[in-house]
């Protein structure tokens, strides 16, 4: 299929119906239409309609979607159909909770080695994966054809070990760290802020509190 540009909001949005996709497939659901998919999704079918319509041929009048090819086509778009190799660096209760976590395998991201500047971790496994010392990355990196790094380690580092992840090639970096990072052209980075997601939530809650205070105050 030939893909035309596709806007940064539609990409942002992939994921969420890979996943929905995905769990269709799973319930044995062949066909979707843009309406049965706007209810569960919680989406307008407009929207729907104008997202999957950059892949083009995929919705027919009538007939709705083919859920399975939907399903890998943006699998396919998203990079999901290659398995990618990844490092964590930093060891400690993030890193190691990421590590533990064995759903991104299925997804094809296959975590080979953690790295951390503690020499007490050093020869521990995490789910089988060893804990190594940071001299012992560049040589990983170059033997393992790493393609994704994640930063798990204190921000005050960050920068300069990603410094160093890019000078051995790696040009993929999941951060994790509370810093932004000036990385160049060709290395691509994405951050995870956990403490963003809560603050949005707790923006809803007080909204929510707020409203039905001054409810309240009507009421009486
Ligand atoms: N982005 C988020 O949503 C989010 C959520 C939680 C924590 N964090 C951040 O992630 C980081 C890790 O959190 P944590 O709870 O796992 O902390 P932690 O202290 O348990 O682990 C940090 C690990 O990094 C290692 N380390 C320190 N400097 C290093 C270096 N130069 N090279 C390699 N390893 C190094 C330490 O030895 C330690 O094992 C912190 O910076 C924290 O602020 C971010």
Do not use: C
Not at 122 to 147: A, H, K, L, Y
Not at 170 to 183: E, G, K, M, P
């Amino acid at each position: 299929m030939e893909e035309k540009e596709i806007s940064k909001a539609v990409i942002r949005r992939l994921p969420r119906y890979y996943r929905y996709l995905g769990e269709l497939m799973e319930s044995g659901v062949e066909r979707i239409s843009s309406n049965e998919l706007s209810e569960r999704m919680r989406v307008t079918a407009s929207q729907i309609r104008q997202d999957l319509n950059n892949f083009g041929g995929f919705g027919q009048q009538g007939y709705g979607y083919n859920v399975k090819y939907l399903y890998d086509e943006i699998g396919r778009l998203l990079g999901l159909d290659k398995k990618h190799n990844v490092i964590i660096i930093g060891g400690g209760n993030l890193g190691q909770a990421l590590a533990n976590y064995p759903a991104f395998e299925k997804r094809g991201f296959i975590v080979k080695g953690i790295f951390d500047i503690n020499p007490k971790l050093s020869g521990r496994t995490v789910r089988g994966i060893p804990i190594m010392p940071m001299e012992q990355m560049e040589e990983f990196i170059r033997e393992n054809d790493i393609q994704i790094a994640t930063l798990t380690l204190p921000k005050t580092s960050a920068t300069e070990v990603a410094d160093q992840l890019i000078s051995y090639g790696v040009r993929a970096i999941w951060n994790f760290a509370h810093t932004d990072l000036n990385v160049p052209e060709g290395v691509m980075v994405e951050n995870v802020h956990l403490s963003e997601s809560i603050m949005r939530l707790s923006y809803n809650l007080t909204r929510y509190e707020e409203e039905h205070k001054s409810g309240k105050k009507e009421k009486k």
